[in-house]
Nanobody, 124 residues
Framework: DVQLVESGGGSVQAGGSLRLSCAAS????????LAWFRQVPGKAREGVAG???????HLADSVKGRFTVSQDNATNTLYLQMTNLKPEDSVMYYC???????????????????WGQGTQVTVS
């Protein structure tokens, strides 16, 4: 079974930076789209960023210029580098995956069946 384990969340002051990591294991397909979502309590998950096996990245307009998504294929780790963080970025972040060579754009929750447990980011 595919497992996705997030880490790197925490508390930071506004304007600061954090890097989230998602360690993926147990792949059963040859290619995956890996993505980051975030969720405000009581609302649907928002697709933040995604990267496919083809290396093409997608970023939500709300984070363009501040967030960067990348992956290390050698370690099967997905990253989200977050800079210039704002209080409204204070939510739970989730790693997700779906089989396929590329990600669909926009990044939509309904396309993903594999999820991590989430990591909390707090910006004050």
């Amino acid at each position: 079974d595919v497992q996705l384990v997030e880490s790197g969340g925490g508390s930071v002051q506004a304007g600061g930076s954090l890097r989230l990591s998602c360690a993926a294991s147990g792949y059963s397909a040859s290619a995956y789209c890996l993505a980051w979502f975030r969720q405000v309590p009581g609302k649907a998950r928002e697709g933040v960023a995604g990267i496919g096996t083809n290396g093409v990245t997608h970023l939500a307009d709300s984070v363009k210029g501040r967030f960067t998504v990348s992956q290390d294929n050698a370690t099967n780790t997905l990253y989200l580098q977050m800079t210039n963080l704002k209080p409204e970025d204070s939510v739970m972040y989730y790693c997700a995956a779906h089989a396929g060579y590329k990600c669909f754009s926009p990044i939509r929750e309904r396309d993903f069946s594999l999820w991590g447990q989430g990591t909390q980011v707090t910006v004050s």
